[in-house]
């Protein structure tokens, strides 16, 4: 059974950082190419971030220098630190476990970016 599950989200004032994580199980981790997206509330859901297995990276350009992905194979986790954020940067941000194919998604966690 795949299982991403998000955390790190929550309440953080403009200017501010934080760090999501996503826990994966289920998948053969170190094969798949990760990312992070988000939706606003009445947007579609756009691509933040991804990494692949080799470890190269790629970012929206609205998050390139303020955004960085990570993963763990070991720990079967990728990571996306965030700093300088925007108000604009409020959504609920997913994680994506992406191999040929497929896509599994996890749940969201929620980041609000508000004075």
């Known amino acids: 059974q795949v299982q991403l599950v998000e955390s790190g989200g929550g309440l953080v004032q403009p200017g501010g950082s934080l760090r999501l994580s996503c826990a994966t199980s289920?998948?053969?981790?170190?094969?798949?190419?990760m990312g992070w997206y988000r939706q606003a509330p009445g947007k579609q859901r756009e691509l933040v971030a991804t990494i692949t297995s080799g470890g190269s990276t790629n970012y929206a350009d609205f998050v390139k220098g303020r955004f960085t992905i990570s993963r763990d194979n070991d720990k079967n986790t990728i990571y996306l630190q965030m700093n300088s954020l925007k108000p604009e940067d409020t959504a609920v941000y997913y994680c994506?476990?992406?191999?040929?194919?497929?896509?599994?998604w996890g749940q969201g966690t929620q980041v609000t970016v508000s004075s």
């Open positions: 994506n476990a992406h191999f040929w194919r497929h896509d599994d």
């Open positions: 289920g998948i053969i981790f170190s094969i798949y190419t």
